[in-house]
Structures are given as C-alpha cells and as structure tokens.
C-alpha cells in the first residue's frame, strides 16, 4: 500500500488508448468505498468520454488542458443538503478513485473547481449539474504517457508531538 500511495503522481499526458468500462466501473467502485461523515455519501459522479464535452471542460481554467487528451474525465460532485461535510467526504472519494487509477495503471489527475464559484458554475453548466449539487473537482483519466517516480515528501519538520 505504501508504494501504491507513493507511486500516485499527477499524471496530465495520456496516449490515445482507451479506459474500459469495467477498469471505470473500478474507479467508481473505489471512490464509493470512501469514508463520509454519518455516513451521508453524498458523492455523484459525472463520467464524460464524448470528446466536444471534454474539449469544453478543458477551458474551465488554465491548469485544465490536459482533459482534452483523457480517454475520459469525472467530475467528482457533492449533494451539499445530504451533508455540510460534502467537500471533505468527495475528497476522500477523489483520492481512493486517484489511488485505485495507479492501482490499475492508468494515469490521472485532481483539476480543481471548488471553491472557486466560476469554475463550478462553468462545470455545472456544461454537465447539467444542478444548482443543489456542488462540484468539488474534475479528474483526467487515461492511459499515461509520460511516468514519474515516486514521491518522497516526508519531513520531520512537519511533525509534532503532544503539541505544536
């Protein structure tokens, strides 16, 4: 598990090759294994393959290009009614979803929106999302292209015991 987290990198170049339904269906399985505050789940995902959605997505802001060569992204979205702690627990999913995308081999990468309003109301436009429904971030996924190693963050100055 250790190496799996650390091998997870922000993967932005794909090959042209395609991510099957079931290798999604993975994802999504992942993602919804989660924890969430009282167990609320208010996660919904958004799975977009249709290349002029994802050539519009991709203008959502500067850092969003690479999803116009994704085989696909997801928006990762919250009901923000079910539960106050909708951003926290869509995050969680983000993460077991970006995990279990390095699990299987694919490449992939967490494209911020929320909290930034226009972001998430351009998403919301261009997916039909609802006014109730907050968006939290958009994920490219694909068959990487490029490879990195893994991380090594780890630093001590950043620990603190029994208090700051």
């Not at 060569?69 to 926290?88: D, F, M, P, Q, Y």
Request: proline fraction near 5%.
């Amino acid at each position: 598990m250790m190496d799996l987290i650390k091998r997870r990198r922000s993967i932005r170049k794909y090959t042209s090759e395609p991510v099957t339904e079931a290798e999604v269906r993975q994802l999504l399985e992942a993602a919804m294994a989660a924890p969430s505050a009282n167990n609320r789940q208010p996660w919904h995902f958004v799975v977009v393959r249709d290349e002029q959605i994802k050539t519009q997505l991709a203008k959502t802001h500067r850092w969003s290009g690479m999803i116009a060569e994704a085989a696909l992204t997801i928006a990762v979205c919250g009901e923000k009614n079910r539960s106050r702690h909708w951003v926290t627990d869509t995050s969680a999913a983000t993460e077991n979803l970006l995990l279990a995308a390095t699990a299987l081999g694919l490449g992939a990468v967490w494209i911020g929106i929320h909290p930034d309003s226009e972001r998430e109301a351009y998403v919301r436009q261009a997916l039909g999302i609802p006014g109730e429904i907050g968006v939290l971030c958009l994920i490219a996924v694909g068959r990487p292209a490029e490879h990195k190693p893994p991380r090594e963050n780890y630093d001590e100055t950043r620990i603190h015991h029994e208090q700051w």
